[in-house]
């Protein structure tokens, strides 16, 4: 079993940045594809981004498109979320999220089989 743990989350002015990282404990997910999605207050869950196994490949939401980075260090086995020029609309629980195996780019929830408890990330304005 996977268990993913986030960090890097806090409170930032409009226009800030911060970097959410994610690492596994128990068995790695350097051989699998990953995401960040996020949940604000009331609303459902939406995707984010997501990388491919090799971090070749990534897709971004063209919510934060030019504005957020997805990437993965497979020697260190830990997954990023670069997040440039915030806004308070990027509030939200920022969740991290692997599949078990795999191979292209996920953009659906119910694709990951492991998640993370989520960090907080407020944009003020």
């Known amino acids: 079993q996977v268990q993913l743990v986030e960090s890097g989350g806090g409170l930032v002015q409009a226009g800030g940045s911060l970097r959410l990282s994610c690492a596994p404990s128990?068995?790695?997910?350097?051989?699998?594809?990953v995401a960040w999605f996020r949940q604000a207050l009331g609303k459902e869950r939406e995707f984010v981004a997501t990388?491919?196994?090799?971090?070749?490949?990534?897709y971004h939401a063209d919510s934060v498109k030019g504005r957020f980075t997805i990437s993965r260090d497979n020697a260190k086995i830990a997954v990023y979320l670069q997040m440039n020029s915030l806004k308070p609309e990027d509030t939200a629980v920022y969740y991290c999220?692997?599949?078990?195996?795999?191979?292209?780019?996920?953009?659906?929830?119910?694709?990951?089989?492991?998640w993370g408890q989520g960090t907080q990330v407020t944009v003020s304005s």
């Open positions: 128990g068995r790695t997910f350097s051989s699998a594809p």
């Open positions: 990388s491919s196994t090799s971090g070749g490949r990534t």
């Open positions: 999220a692997a599949r078990a195996s795999g191979a292209g780019v996920y953009t659906r929830a119910s694709s990951y089989d492991y």
